[in-house]
């Protein structure tokens, strides 16, 4: 089997529209069977009120630009998350997605696992 | 089992030291027998001259402040990394750190996967 040694490599604030927009933009950077990483730009959008991501996986997650709120279902507040702020999130740990800044793209990693 | 419910949170600038230091300062994020996250902190520091990295694991990895360079043994030139610019590196891609920026601290998050 040949191993590609291609070296696939950019920036995670290419391309982020200082524009509002009306969905979330998700690109994939990492796509493994068991793993993957992706860039999340978001820009005033937010989960529907009452939803509830609930994941059969894990995922760590990252504001590196903006900022936003996570909320979880078994916790009382909000998180606040500014950019370097991370959290970690367990398999089947309801959440949503609170508030991100409409005033500038919020850019998100996130990496998603087993 | 009980799996456990705990959101681990912090944030990724959090005690990045101003002074420069003798060695790289590694804190591990995530640790999972597939999946490792780490947080890598550079200041001046590079590989040992002819030394390089051989993995036996993929790795993606990304500069968020700061900047450095790194090199593979199979290119002739070298990579600039600043802020926000990522890599991903096969397993078994021989790769080096060229130079890390002496003025201030390099900030890298790397995820280590199969």
Redesign the interface.
Known sequence: MA????????????DVSAGSRAEEAVSE??A?P??R?ERIVSQGQASPPGFWFDQAWNE?V?V?KGSATLQ?E?EPGT?ALD???????????RHRVGWTDPQQPTVW?A?H?E
């Open positions: 191993i590609s040694m291609t070296v696939r490599a950019g920036n995670i604030f290419a950077i990492v493994r068991r793993l990483i760590w990252i590196l979880f078994d998180r950019a370097g702020d991370y959290v970690f999130i367990p398999a089947r740990k990693l990496v696992f």
